[in-house]
């Protein structure tokens, strides 16, 4: 079974430009999350998906960050325009249906964002 | 408040010798569940360990174990038998509540670099 995949592994850009994240999720997994780290800082929510809705997305920080998954299988996180503080590494996390058992999240080796 | 307090920000063992990092949760569900991740300088997460709140017995697995005391809210990793590839950052987390139909998010702490000495 293929992992969730995240792309690019790494991404340089100034502020004020536009990236687009994405994230494959394991097939079958309706959940989809969103998190991100900024550097030595804990892990943060951002957002999650249930299939193509968004279920919870009060970690999104602001209006600059749009979140995307059409049709329920990839997604997509846009920063634009991006800002110094937007650098960290995001991480997408994939779960079944119910995904309240003990192995129930998977998640990609994520995107290490680096606005300068 | 925080809600998942790793209090420890980098730990040194020796290798072969037993290392606990310690979490602390603060929660006001009965029903929550409490995981262990590793993340390796090549930055995957890597699942470790989960404890279920209404589980009785210390989840262990192979050389990992959570020593989880529910009335203290403590929920600290032991690593036995240390080794030089257990050298990473490892993250406590938390899933609040249970969920009938989808399932909710985790919330890390921030995380201890463990080094593991030769």
């Known amino acids: 079974e293929a992992g969730v995949t995240q792309f690019p592994s790494h991404s340089v850009i100034e502020k004020g430009q536009t990236v687009t994240l994405r994230c494959d999720p394991i097939?079958?997994?309706?959940?989809l999350y969103w998190y991100r780290r900024v550097m030595g800082k804990e892990i943060k929510f951002l957002l999650h998906?249930?299939?193509?809705?968004?279920?919870?997305e009060s970690g999104m920080p602001n209006n600059r960050f749009l979140a995307e998954r059409t049709g329920g299988t990839y997604s997509t996180l846009k920063v634009q325009p991006a800002e110094l503080e937007d650098s960290g590494v995001y991480f997408c996390a994939s779960s079944q249906p119910h995904g309240t058992g003990d192995y129930g999240y998977t998640f990609g080796s994520g995107t290490r964002l680096t606005v300068v | 408040a925080q809600k998942i307090t790793q209090t420890q920000p980098g730990m040194f063992v020796q290798e072969k010798e037993a290392v606990t990092l310690d979490c602390t949760y603060d929660t006001s569900d009965q029903s929550y569940g409490l995981f262990w991740y590793k993340q390796p300088s090549s930055g995957e997460m890597i699942f470790l360990i989960y404890?279920?709140?209404?589980?009785?017995q210390n989840a262990t697995e192979g050389r990992y174990s959570l020593n989880f005391q529910k009335a203290r809210k403590s929920a600290n990793l032991v690593i036995s038998a240390s080794q030089l590839g257990d050298s990473a950052m490892y993250f406590c987390a938390m899933r609040e509540g249970t969920d009938s139909g989808s399932a909710r998010q985790l919330t890390f702490g921030s995380g201890t670099q463990l080094t593991v000495l030769p």
């Open positions: 404890q279920g709140s209404y589980d009785e």
């Open positions: 998906f249930v299939k193509e809705s968004k279920q919870d």
């Open positions: 097939s079958g997994h309706d959940n």
